[in-house]
């Protein structure tokens, strides 16, 4: 057995570290040594910024994304399209649209998807809060941004029977050959997808 060769607040940051996606336990201590070396310049402003985003943090009450507002910054921008709501899974999925920048819409996050293998049912997802949104009118489109996973399909058919009754077009993401994609190089799932989704030229 390896022994120890620091102490057990080093061992604590580590095993933390270890604990973020991404970062197994050789890249948690790469991470924890890195911090430590810039002890003035990066743990003290990062052990500030964490503090203040664990009291500040909150969920929006009307789409579920995080921020230290409720309602979120989203929400509250006038600029935006009200009458299109873009319904991703999870907070991250939010985040990559908004990088993308196509669209000026209102978004709507579901916390995951339908997946019975792992206990996850329609009452674990904000499913309700998107049918009232839906209900009180004013969406005319609502974008099924989910994964295109067995889950992702699978909530995806379960939301579109959800809005049925409602007056609402529901459109989803294309799938198919990504920017810059080599036909070479795709699945053939993939592939499978772009042709029956072609479109005129």
């Not at 909150?58 to 309602?71: E, K, L, Q, R």
């Not at 009452?123 to 969406?139: E, H, I, M």
Request: glycine share 8%; with cysteine.
């Amino acid at each position: 057995m390896a022994e120890q060769v620091s102490g057990p607040e080093i061992q604590r940051l580590i095993q933390l570290l270890a604990r973020l996606p991404g970062l197994g336990p050789r890249s948690a201590r790469r991470a924890a040594l890195h911090l430590i070396r810039k002890r003035e310049e990066l743990l003290g402003p990062l052990s500030d910024a964490m503090q203040v985003a664990r009291d500040k943090i909150v969920t929006c009450s009307a789409c579920g994304n995080v921020d230290t507002s409720d309602p979120c910054i989203i929400c509250c921008d006038g600029r935006r399209d009200p009458a299109v709501l873009i319904v991703v899974e999870t907070v991250g999925d939010l985040w990559a649209l908004e990088r993308a920048a196509a669209l000026r819409v209102r978004y709507h996050v579901l916390g995951g998807t339908l997946s019975p293998l792992d206990g996850v049912g329609p009452k674990d997802l904000n499913l309700a809060s998107l049918v009232d949104r839906v209900a009180n009118g004013g969406v005319r489109e609502v974008i099924l941004a989910v994964n295109a996973t067995v889950d992702g399909q699978t909530t995806a058919h379960y939301v579109t029977d959800l809005l049925a009754h409602l007056d609402v077009r529901i459109t989803r993401l294309a799938h198919g050959v990504p920017v810059g994609g080599e036909l070479d190089y795709l699945d053939d799932g993939t592939l499978a997808a772009a042709l029956r989704q072609r479109t005129d030229f």
